[in-house]
């Protein structure tokens, strides 16, 4: 079996969701599968000591060039470290769509995207499940495997799995040439919105079964009656009705809310992604099949423009 | 008839004959005219042709009935009135003016006829109509100056109002009246001082009364009265006249040909060009209005001929709930656009520059919901329609389409309505009665029936609206009549893509719909939608279609022949108080009033009130077909604002005929809070609800 | 610049329900209707606007079969000068390796100074932005929603977590992959379609592009999917019934246990 190798996203020391997932996506290729994190950046032992504590062998790569993940930069290091044959997971978040395909064609292997789960391998195929059409149809991929593969993983699919503690091993000194035709300036904030819908304890949140922009007044009128602040789904900002600050996903802002009230949303990972804490899920949506009641705690199945002014109404006769 | 005053035609100041004046004024003052003409039907000639010369006689009714009877007039009682006293008060005094020009020059002249009893009625006359428009120049004036009237104000982001050149004009008319009246007064006072037979003046007229005050003044006094008079109302006349075509006045003398001009069908979406038929539309260079010249000179008439009186506004539901569009800035800035490119001194202003986000905002020309509000207002006869329609085209060809329009666009092409519905799906809402009766659908050849209900789009597939086609059915149904629908081979009527400027789709939608109907073999069409009604009988105009009818007339012939028999209302019912609220499309597109009204009223125990804005006033509920996608920026929903005019009139339930209605209005009491307060129900409904069957 | 943007012919699957056929390896797609990928049109119109701005034109580029046609001619219609349709029956079964080696084929017949893609399209890798870049030794940003034109270099804006941009100086040539929303996409009509009707629109084969039929299509796939399923219902939510009423004065008990409302 090939090396398995784990990207690991982090930020001041502390580790990405995303690290202890690729750990058990990993387990899910190979259950005995001795597993390497690497991380890259620019002075990150507290990263390092942070994965070794689940990874049997930590990759540390640190770099003044990699102080910001830079894709083009962390593929020309990933290149001159890793085997021909590993594999090497990546989360699917904007940074492994980033990396991920061209870091394939480059170590030339294999490359599946948006990975949800993992079914394990035969010979030289590993058997993937993704979705198609956001989520509506799911298909068994199968990847040739005896090339390497770079597995970008959906983030949050995957149950963090617990592993043994580990060794870091410095591989800074082995980096090649790291210069880059794509330089980082800097990350613009999002503009602060009205409200920081990452500090509400209940959200009612809006996607496209609101329809139309005028009908967000109801949600408005729940959310005051509830308590609540309003949040929303990623066409509603593509259509200027609310802006980006209000945006839950992986997009947008992460939210941790005690409730959240999923209405009109058909519940893309890209959404969920944005909702963490474990919160309690309602979802209301006139689509039966709305993958958001997959993940919800209740469902209604309603059209959100009838049943919002109804709940409102009951709710402020409390 | 011997004077006592030298006439200006024989007077002389300083040696100078003043006949010099008299003639010298008017040739200097027609000549100018004629410049100032000349050069404002530059763009008219530039513009793009128009068919309005057919009909002659409806027409020469039209100016009749509009323009010379101003039919309209009196829809605003004080200004209306105000307007006919000033109007007729012109024509009257138009002879006179005449003439005085023509006495100054030939002392004696008189208009054939004149000199007989018929000159005796006539001046006493226009003593009176002077008199009577001085006056009622002093109630507008009064009225501008305090009363100042909401419609005439002027919102912020369009500048300075018009007030000045009102008062100025008001000014130049009562300066007339009076000369007019102190030049004769003056003569005839210096009659009766010199012993002469005075000649006649109407008594409690203005001439009459300079002719009392007058009575002991000195000779010298009343002659030069009459000579300055005479030429202050000389120049003042023909400066009137030159002053005319630089403003709102210009109506004085393009509304007769405007109301000539006017359109003489009702519901129909003009072609896209003049005299370039369907098949030859695809060698067009360009689509719609996207440079000034692209209007049709119909339309810059139009523009010359806006009085800016504000009753289009004033009538506008987009600019009532407040979105940025009111009518009556699209004829002033597109005359704004006309004086200015097309200057009277000095060159024409060549551009190529698209009038879309200069003198309009895509914002204003999508707000419209073409109710048609406005030109069923319009004293004058100007049209709004057909020029939104024409900007929206040439939008829609720069791909200028706001983002919420697209996707339903787009659903129609390829689907046939706007949600993307599968076409499979059209029939959908048939099955729930299934078990009553079976609806035949006319897919296939062979298969055919007398009667085929035409459903449209939005009574297919929108959920709530689906129940109007079951209450369609069931009435068809009940009333024993042989009909069927088209299936899956209906598409759109198509009647909002054609206004909403996709003509091609539109062209499309339509051929595909002519050729279901027709292979159907169907005899009549019957239809719920007003907007399918209107499109098919005023845009398909295709001589193969069988004649279409609304439900509503149906049912009207179909209670009054017995074949439908309505049950009394309970004693629930009786304690609702109705009222009908008239789609656009069903009304002022088609005339279509009285047939809905008598439906309700032959349900027994049926309490019918009117709201005021009702019948040709009637006020949109905010639009159908795409208008469902699209919402510009408003303070309100129309369809709230309709749901409070009716609960001011007193009306628990409100009956309409269009589905687009019934959602519109049924969302409006929502929002406005009325809920179990107020209802809202489609006349099929209420009488599937009341069929004895 | 010159500007070639790779677009996809997807079927519009909002309004509609997807099932899968009954062998289970395709989509039923009989009453599908298809348009162009929502991101590359996005990128098509951010294509147009540049060349506006700075000159040059837009190339269009699918591979696909004679139906993929329909979607060069609806961005054309939109302002792409050119179209190219990539069609062969050896292209059939690539992978996104596979279609990105067509497509860097395509680009070296050309001379473009800017390649862009949509950020994704309905399968959902998101791929073929990034292996062409590679590919061709061209630097890469995924998930753009701004760019600025410099001197032989563009500022470009990555949408990233938390709705954040992060700002990139790239060198030209380069390949973009474009996320929804960085403009406003204009209209086309029928009539924009049918002006475009009689325009040439080439189609490259295998040969034509210099490539053995053995590196692409299915034989050169490494990643293969193997068939279509419905997930597996979980758990899921736990559905209210009931009337109306009786759903919300459930829900409100519920979110009243939760401290949802306060």
Same mark, same amino acid.
């Given at each position: ?318 | ?693 | ?60 580029? @699918? ?23 990539? @069609? ?28 862009? @893609? ?84 080439? @189609? ?59």
């Amino acid at each position: 079996m090939a090396q398995i190798f784990a990207y690991i996203l982090h930020s001041d020391g502390v580790l990405d969701d995303s690290a202890r997932e690729l750990l058990a996506a990993a387990k899910k290729i190979d259950a005995g599968a001795e597993v390497t994190a690497i991380v890259t950046g620019k002075g990150i032992d507290d990263a390092c000591s942070k994965a070794a504590e689940s990874y049997k062998s930590v990759w540390k790569i640190d770099n003044d060039a990699l102080s910001y993940p830079n894709a083009e930069v962390v593929r020309k290091a990933l290149l001159s470290l890793l085997p021909a044959d590993g594999i090497l997971l990546l989360p699917h978040d904007t940074f492994g769509m980033d990396l991920g395909p061209g870091l394939s064609v480059k170590l030339d292997s294999a490359f599946a995207a948006d990975v949800v789960d993992i079914e394990g391998v035969e010979g030289n195929t590993l058997k993937t499940i993704r979705q198609e059409f956001t989520g509506q149809v799911n298909t068994h991929v199968h990847c040739d495997i005896s090339a390497g593969a770079v597995i970008n993983i959906r983030p949050g699919v995957f149950q963090a799995a617990e592993g043994q503690a580990g060794e870091v091993v410095d591989k800074s000194g082995e980096l090649g040439d790291l210069s880059a035709k794509r330089k980082f300036i800097e990350v613009q904030e999002a503009e602060a919105g009205e409200v920081d819908i990452t500090k509400s304890d209940v959200l009612v949140s809006i996607g496209r079964g609101i329809e139309d922009e005028d009908n967000l007044e109801m949600a408005f009128e729940l959310a005051e009656a509830m308590g609540a602040d309003v949040s929303c789904s990623r066409p509603i900002v593509d259509a200027k009705w609310l802006e980006k600050a209000r945006q839950v996903g992986t997009s947008g802002k992460t939210v941790k809310p005690k409730v959240y009230m999923a209405m009109g949303i058909s519940g893309s990972f890209q959404h969920m992604g944005g909702v963490k804490g474990n919160p309690f899920i309602v979802a209301v949506n006139k689509n039966p099949k709305a993958p958001i009641f997959q993940v919800a705690d209740v469902g209604v199945e309603a059209d959100i423009l009838e049943f919002i002014p109804e709940i409102t109404e009951k709710i402020k006769e409390l | 008839m011997e004077h006592a005053l030298i006439s200006p035609a024989a007077y002389t100041i300083f040696g100078i004959p003043t006949v010099i004046f008299s003639v010298l004024i008017p040739i200097v003052a027609v000549a100018l005219f004629a410049y100032i003409i000349a050069k404002r039907l530059a763009p008219l000639v530039k513009a793009r042709p128009d068919e309005r010369f057919d009909r002659p006689g409806k027409r020469v009714f039209d100016v009749l009935k509009i323009w010379l009877a101003q039919w309209r007039h009196p829809r605003y009682m004080t200004a209306g009135v105000i307007h006919i006293v000033i109007f007729f008060g012109f024509l009257i005094l138009s002879i006179r003016s005449t003439e005085m020009v023509i006495k100054g020059i030939s002392e004696g002249f008189v208009f054939p006829g004149l000199n007989t009893w018929l000159g005796d009625v006539y001046y006493a006359l226009k003593d009176y109509a002077a008199t009577a428009v001085f006056i009622a120049v002093v109630v507008a004036f009064v009225r501008r100056v305090w009363f100042k009237p909401a419609r005439y104000a002027y919102p912020e982001s369009y500048g300075e109002d018009h007030t000045w050149e009102a008062l100025l004009v008001l000014g130049f008319i009562a300066i007339l009246m009076v000369t007019e009246s102190l030049y004769e007064g003056a003569a005839v006072a210096a009659q009766l001082q010199a012993g002469l037979t005075p000649d006649f003046l109407a008594p409690l007229t203005l001439g009459w009364l300079f002719k009392l005050m007058l009575a002991d003044s000195a000779r010298a006094t009343m002659q030069s009265l009459h000579i300055w008079s005479y030429y202050i109302h000389d120049i003042i006349f023909f400066t009137f006249l030159c002053f005319l075509p630089l403003g709102k006045h210009f109506h004085v003398i393009t509304s007769i040909f405007n109301v000539y001009f006017m359109r003489l069908d009702k519901g129909n979406i003009r072609p896209v060009r003049y005299g370039v038929d369907e098949q030859a539309l695809d060698d067009l260079e360009s689509f719609g209005v996207k440079r000034f010249e692209d209007f049709t000179w119909k339309d810059i008439l139009d523009f010359y001929t806006c009085a800016d009186c504000g009753r289009c506004s004033d009538n506008c539901p987009a600019n009532t709930v407040g979105r940025p569009l009111s009518p009556r800035f699209i004829s002033l800035k597109g005359r704004d656009y006309a004086f200015e490119h097309y200057p009277i001194f000095g060159d024409f202003i060549k551009t190529d520059d698209n009038i879309m986000g200069k003198i309009y905002s895509e914002d204003e020309i999508w707000s419209c919901t073409t109710c048609g509000a406005c030109e069923q207002e319009c004293p004058i006869g100007i049209e709004y329609i057909n020029k939104i329609v024409d900007m929206r085209r040439g939008m829609i060809e720069e791909g200028n389409v706001p983002q919420s329009l697209q996707k339903p666009l787009q659903s129609l092409e390829k689907r046939g309505n706007p949600y993307g519905k599968m076409e499979k799906k059209r029939a959908e809402w048939s099955k729930e009665l299934s078990e009553e009766f079976e609806i035949k659908v006319l897919e296939k050849k062979g298969t055919t029936a007398d009667t085929l209900y035409f459903v449209d789009s939005v009574t297919s597939y929108d959920e709530r609206m689906q129940s109007v086609a079951q209450a369609t059915a069931r009435i068809l149904q009940s009333a024993g009549i042989d009909f069927g629908m088209l299936g899956k081979n209906e598409k759109d009527s198509g009647n909002e893509v054609r206004r909403f400027g996709e003509e091609m789709l539109y062209q499309e939608l339509k051929n595909n719909n002519i050729e279901a109907i027709v292979n159907s073999g169907a005899k009549r069409i019957v239809t719920a939608d007003p907007h399918a009604y209107n499109v098919i009988k005023n845009d398909y105009n295709s001589p193969d279609l069988p004649p279409v009818e609304h439900i509503s007339q149906f049912l009207q012939n179909n209670i009054s022949n017995g074949k439908i028999q309505l049950n009394s209302l309970d004693e629930e019912g009786r304690q609702k108080v109705f009222t009908y609220h008239d789609p656009c499309y069903l009304g002022r597109h088609n005339d279509i009033y009285d047939a809905p009204r008598a439906v309700i009223d032959a349900i027994a125990g049926a309490n019918r009130i009117e709201m005021t804005r009702s019948r040709d006033r009637s006020f949109c509920c905010g639009g159908g077909g795409l208008m469902l996608f699209y919402e510009p920026e408003e303070d309100e929903r129309m369809g709230v604002r309709r749901v409070k005019m009716a609960r001011e009139a007193g009306a628990t339930v409100i009956v309409t005929a269009c589905p687009f209605c019934l959602t519109n209005i049924e969302d409006g009491i929502k929002v406005a809070g009325l809920e179990g307060q107020m209802e809202v129900i489609d006349l099929c409904e209420l009488v599937a609800q009341q069929m004895r069957h | 610049m010159e500007i070639l943007v790779c677009v996809k012919r997807v079927p519009d699957t909002a309004e509609n329900e997807i099932e899968i056929n009954s062998e289970g390896n395709d989509i039923e797609r009989d009453d599908l209707v298809y348009s162009v990928n929502e991101w590359d049109n996005y990128a098509v119109e951010e294509a147009i606007q540049m060349v506006d701005k700075h000159g040059g034109s837009v190339t269009v580029v @699918t591979v696909g079969d004679e139906e993929s046609e329909e979607v060069l001619r609806r961005e054309m219609a939109m302002g792409a000068e050119n179209g190219l349709l990539l @069609t062969d029956d050896a292209f059939e079964g690539s992978d996104g390796r596979g279609i990105a080696a067509l497509l860097k084929a395509a680009v070296e017949k050309g001379n473009y100074d800017l390649i862009m @893609t949509g950020a994704q399209a309905d399968e959902g890798y998101a791929q073929v932005g990034g292996m062409l870049a590679a590919m061709l030794d061209y630097p890469y940003a995924s998930l753009v929603n701004m760019i600025e034109v410099g001197d032989g270099k563009l500022k470009v804006g990555r949408e990233i977590e938390g709705g954040n941009m992060e700002v990139n100086e790239i060198d030209l040539p380069c390949v973009l992959s474009i996320q929804t929303g960085i403009n406003e996409p204009r209209y086309v009509g029928i009539r924009g379609i049918r002006k475009v009707a009689s325009v040439e629109i080439p @189609t490259l084969g295998a040969s034509d592009l210099g490539l053995d039929a053995g590196s692409v299509g299915e034989d050169a796939a490494r990643v293969k999917r193997i068939d279509y399923f419905v997930p597996e219902m979980g758990e899921g939510a736990e559905m209210l019934e009931g009337s109306t009423d009786e759903i919300i004065d459930k829900l409100i008990e519920l979110l009243k246990s939760k401290g949802g409302i306060k």
